[in-house]
């Protein structure tokens, strides 16, 4: 049973546009979610967060929206770069609703931004 | 380097030998989490260590796996009696402290099992 799921294997924009990545969960008790970059041979790179008392939050080129009845996340990137270019996971934790800390992750989203 | 360090970025062993992976977390932290992926999949949750206590081992197969982060040293995945299925890039990951806090990770170690 997969408790978070990103549906799309693949995405491919162009330089200068908006990338979407998509996000939906099950578990009602995840109250922790994070966004994470990874290229190959490498490990996953942090990139943004969001709590669950919040809807959205913002670091430069990237922002993260929840929608927590809908059980949706999604992070946009603008303005899209090639070294954007990476797989995109999304991940969730329930640790302070008496959870572990553990992460679940989704299968990711391979983003192509093209020159 | 102030990052996650992981060793030996790659570990080739013949079927029913034994693999350890080491792990130093971050300066300042002292959470560990261990990671698994499988080729087109993501990230698998194994276990989560605080200095000489394991937290959280629901993800650690039953049987020849273990893991252990003493008061000194690096933190050790150990892999028993290793099995072609084994074959996989395990990662590791450390925060400060619990809660709401993201988790940073090293660049895995990748282990094929001949």
Not at chain 2, 85 to 90: F, L, N, T, V
Not at chain 2, 97 to 103: D, K, T, V
């Amino acid at each position: 049973d997969q408790q978070v799921k990103q549906n799309s294997p693949s995405l491919s924009v162009q330089e200068g546009r908006i990338s979407i990545l998509n996000c939906d969960y099950t578990n009602s008790m995840f109250d922790y979610f994070l966004w994470y970059k990874k290229y190959p041979a490498e490990g996953p790179t942090f990139l943004i967060s969001i709590s669950s008392i919040k809807d959205k939050n913002e670091d430069g080129r990237f922002t993260v929206f929840l929608n927590k009845s809908a059980k949706h996340l999604s992070l946009h990137i603008v303005p899209s770069q090639p070294g954007d270019s990476a797989v995109y996971f999304c991940a969730a934790s329930a640790g302070t609703q008496g959870g572990s800390e553990k992460l679940v992750f989704g299968k990711g989203t391979k983003l192509t931004v093209n020159p | 380097n102030a990052g996650v360090m992981q060793n030996p970025r790659h570990l080739v062993r013949r079927r029913g030998q034994e693999a350890r992976l080491r792990c130093s977390p971050m300066k300042g932290h002292s959470h560990v989490y261990w990671y698994r992926q499988l080729p087109e999949e993501g990230l698998k949750f194994m276990v989560y260590l605080q200095k000489e206590n394991i937290i959280d081992e629901s993800g650690m197969p039953k049987e020849r796996f273990s893991a252990e982060f003493p008061k000194e040293g690096p933190s050790i995945l150990r892999i028993q009696q290793v099995v072609r299925g084994d074959s996989a890039a395990y990662f590791c990951a450390s925060s400060p402290s619990r809660g709401h806090q993201p988790q940073h990770f090293g660049d895995g170690t990748r282990l094929s099992i001949l």
